[in-house]
């Protein structure tokens, strides 16, 4: 699944702080 390959990235390579930035970008759907 996308969203699978997508939280493994995130995990992998980002800081704390952008967690909730993306997470929020996600859920607003406004880039998918």
């Known amino acids: 699944m996308q969203i699978k390959k997508v939280y493994i990235y995130v ?3 980002m800081s704390d702080w952008e967690y909730g930035y993306l997470i929020a970008e996600l ?6």
């Not at 859920?27 to 998918?32: E, L, Q, V």
């Open 27 to 32: 859920n607003s759907g406004r880039y998918f």
């Open 11 to 13: 995990f992998n390579t």
